[in-house]
Every structure is written in structure tokens, then in C-alpha cells.
């Protein structure tokens, strides 16, 4: 057995899996260090991917070439775009997968890589001399030596389970923890803080009453998340079941609350406001008598359920009993109650934005580690650390996403520049360039990146060259085609829109709200060939659907491209080791500390940086300049 590699990833989650895909695609020899090859990418909480802002971050994955999409599509059971009733800045994908079959997916892509090796351990001391990392040591002894290493280590540092007054060590349920890393990392001068997440409770399908649930069916179009043309979903779908809690269940749950690990003290970690526990709303929302609720399958042919809504850490009896309140619940029995889980992660103002550590070459971290909550900020993260990880064991500019370049980049950007007091979530709006980040065109931001990197092969280049072709030929055709009134009023009228006085081009009615070129082509027989030309087989309607946006949307786009090229002669101003922010007495005392602590890269960094005023900035500009 070999001991030597360019990098190892220690940890077997979202983070590291796309983060030893990346390496070992670029070219490095890696190794996946995972405490359980049969919980490869566990699905630790919901049996779903993407949602509100991390279905972009998920089709970004995708256009640069990583795996979470394509798994994803793989074993979907049921495929959602939230937010239609937005514009396309807010769409969002969204899919409940096969659990077990998700794992076994992501461990057939691992396992058949090359470059890439497996190892069943624990990693459970970092290896460094003279501030740079040389290799891990695991729980059997064994040591492995590298170049680089990223850590994607979870909820397992010092985890701690919650049920009730039961307290179990343990990275998820019937896993053990990971002691003493975090220590080590401190003495190596890292500081580390706790928090806390929870999961709900898993339900028995065969003792609810179905009929007394409304149902939430998924949607069959061509929509998914990979940009290859070549993966789809395959496996049978299945619906989701919305109910609601009532006065009665919420009453069970008062009564149990001195009994919370949340509200008698056992727990002092800072927990995911966005994603609260039963407990917490019904102290939080007083007001309210009920909270919705989405019973979620956990797999295709399975009888097992997730209740999304309900996380709790209370005891198992309180949990049970405050579920029989609820009519179609009144039968109910569960495989196994909700828990909370408090954990150690570090401070990413820790970081640079390679995801590298500043204290220690070579050492990269990723996923929850860094404060974050969500499968996606942790494949997203991985996807990163693995990249950077392959070039700096063999040389290159390192690779980093602009706020104006995708969310992967607003996530990695807020986590750095920012820090977090609470499990970081991403969210639309957090991105300031919400209608140049899109889901739909990820591939256009993002694949010729990864391309020119090595990493997006050339299969998925000539998808996007085939594209990119396409959407030319029909906008120039649209933008070209002249419309005559007689050709078009009657159709228009019948449309609910204004008839014309006079010709016009073709791309002037497309900009109406109430058209689409679907229905466009149903009229032009000149559109419809020129269409069918251009966009054929399994993305017609991908095609279609993106050049329509570019024409409604273009204003729009054209707007905030220009604000974002402004923003951006900041980001070209670099600081990086220009200045002794302890002898600028001009600066406030707040600036000079957080200046200090950060180091940020460049002006535009220091501007986002929380409590550093206008006038901090113009004052480092003056200097700079000279």
C-alpha cells in the first residue's frame, strides 16, 4: 500500500466527496479518508437537494464539473422549481432523493475515478512542520503523507447528541465523534467555537392517515440539475404530504419545555435560525396555533418518512405525544425520534479565500468546519478546497469565484470577509447580483472557467459551445424578423395583449409578458424552422427557456452587469500586506482590530467587512494611492 499522495480529504460527506472528485480529476493523486464507505455523502438530516438559493449553488457544482447534480438527477424521487411565481432570478431546484440510493451513487462515482483511493479510518491528528501541512495520522496508526489536505470534518468534532436528558457523543446517530482534533488544531493557534443543528423525527408511513394530508406531487418537465445531456431521472416519483400542528400539539410541547435541552441549559451553542426547532417556533411565534409541516419520503420503496418542520431535541415520549395530536398522526409510530447534535467548527475569517487556512500551508477547510449548515455550502465549499488543494501541489493562479461570478463565490466571500455567529445559510438575498446568478445559466458563467482549469471536460464544453450557438442563431433571427400588424393583431388580441399600430421586429413581442416564443413559433412558420434549426433532441426546451430569458431580461442583466463592473476596480485594488494597520491613527479602533484580524485581499474585501465605515475605505484609498 502506497502512504504517499498530493492531497487527502479527510472526511467522506458532500464537502469531501466533490472536494476528492476535483482533485483527483485535475490530476492528483488523493485519498478519501472516511469513517464508513457505506455513508459516503450521507444524507445526515432531509432526504432532499437544493431549494431557495442552493439549487443555484447546486447547478453551479454541475457546470464546473463536480458530481452533486448529476447524483442528484440519478436518484430523485420527486423534482420541484420553487419560486416560479418570481422572476428567474428566484427560481430555485429543488428534489427529494433515494437516501440509500443517493450513498450508493456517490460511491460508485468515488470508486471509480482514477487517481482516486478510499481508505475506512479516522483521521484524527494533522500533520505539519514549519507551518505547513505534510500529511494526517488515523485512528489505526496509519500514517499518510501529502502535499495538501482538506479537512471536511461535519458535525463530528466533539459532537454531542441531544434527546431529552440523554446525551450520546456521536457525529450523527449510532456514529462516533471525532475527540481531540479540535484541540490540536487550537494548540496549532486556530480558534474554534460550538454549535448546534437538529433533525426531526423519522416516521412509519404504514400508521398515517394519508387520506387526511394534502398532497404535494412533484413536477415532470425537462428541468433538472445537471447541464450533461446525458443524465435524467430514472427512478419512480413520489409525492410529499403537507399538514399542519395544532393548539393541542403545541401544548404537548410547552408542557414538555423545561425538558428541551434548548431552554433548561444543556445546550449553550448557537443554533441555525433559519431552519428553528419545534420548540423554538412555538416560543418564538406565540401568536401562532400551527405550523405547517411536509411529510417527505426517504426513498423510493421505502415506508419511511421525514417530517420536515418538526426538528426537536426533546425527550421521545414528549415528541411522540405531540405528534398523536395531529388528526392524520393519531396512529403514528416512528423508527426513531429528533435529536440535536452540538458540534465544533472554526472561525472561516480563518481562511483565505482559497478556502487555505492562513495559519497553516497547505491545510484547507470545508463544509460545516467552517459554520455553515446544508448539503450544498458543503459540496460547494469541497468543490473549492479540492481545486485549490490540486494547485497548490502543482502549481497554477489560484482558482477563486467572484460575488458577481456565482453564489459559490457570495458563500466562500461572506464566510471569509464576514465570519459567521450562527450556522451559515445561503439565501437569494444575500447575493447582490441575484439576476447574474441565476440558476438557469450556470453553465454560461462558469464552464469555460472550469474548462480552461481542466477540470469540465470536453464533452460538457462542446454542450455548452452547442448552446451558446444555438441561443446566437435564434436571437439574431428574432432580432432580424419583421412583423407586420395584419400578421400578428388577432393573435395578440386573443393573447390579452395590445395589437400593433405598426412593424415591428420579432424580439419586440417577445418582451411582452404575455408571450412566449412557443407560442410565437405557433404563428411564424419562419420562427418555428429556424427554432427546430437550431434547438433539437433532449434541449429544445432548455434552449429555448434561456433565450427567452436573455430577451425579457435584458435590461435587467445589462443593469446590474454595469454596477458589477464598477464594484469590481475595488476588487482589483489589492492590500494584501501593504499596510501596518496599527499605525493608521486615522482609522477607527474597530477598523484597525478587524483589518488586522482578516487581512483582507483586496479594498473591495475591507468594504464588506462588518463595521468598517465609507470613510475606513477612502482613507486606505488615499494611502494606496500613495
Known sequence: MDFKYDVIVAGGGHAGCEAAAAAANLGSKTLLVTMDMNKIAQMSCNPAMGGIAKGQIMREIDALGGYTGIVTDRTAIQFRMLNRSKGPAMWSP????????????????LENLPNLFI?????VEILHERGAVVGVRTAMGVTFHAKSVVLTAGTFLNGLLHVGAVTMKGGRLAEPSVDGLTGQLCAMGFSSGRMK??????????????????????????RKFSFLDTVSRSLKQ???WMLYTNEACHEVLRKGLPE????????????????PSIETKIVTFADKTSHQLFLEPEGEDTQEYYLNGFSSSLPMEIQLAALKQIPAFRDVRIYRPGYAIEYDYFDPTQLMHTLETKRVKNLFFAGQINGTTGYEEAAGQGLMAGINAHINCHGGLPFVL?????????????????????????FTSRAEYRILLRQDDADMRLTEKSYALGLADACRYSLLQTKKEAMTAITDFIESYSVKPSQVNDFLEKAGSAPLSHGCKLVDLLVRPQLTLYALAAVFADLSEQICRCASGTRFDEILEAVEISVKYAGYIRRERQIADRISRLENLHIWGKFDYDAIQSLSTEARQKLKRINPETLAQASRIPGISPSDINILLILLRR
Not at 428534489?95 to 462515482?109: G, I, N, Y
Not at 443543528?197 to 404535494?216: H, M, W
Not at 428541551?260 to 431552519?275: A, E, K, T
Not at 467572484?402 to 445561503?426: F, N, T
Request: with cysteine.
Open 238 to 240: 413520489r409525492s410529499c
Open 402 to 426: 467572484k460575488r458577481d461570478e456565482a453564489y459559490i463565490g457570495v458563500l466562500i466571500d461572506d464566510l471569509v470577509i464576514k465570519g459567521v455567529d450562527e450556522p451559515y445559510r445561503m
Open 94 to 109: 429543488r428534489a427529494q432523493c433515494d437516501r440509500v440510493k443517493f450513498v450508493s451513487a456517490w460511491r460508485h462515482v
Open 260 to 275: 428541551s435541552p434548548l431552554y433548561n441549559g444543556q445546550i449553550q451553542s448557537v443554533g441555525p435560525r433559519y431552519c
Open 119 to 123: 481508505w475506512q479510518d479516522t483521521v
Open 197 to 222: 443543528t437538529g433533525t426531526p423525527v423519522r416516521i412509519d408511513g404504514r400508521s398515517v392517515r394519508f387520506d387526511e394530508l394534502t398532497e404535494q406531487t412533484g413536477e415532470d418537465d425537462f
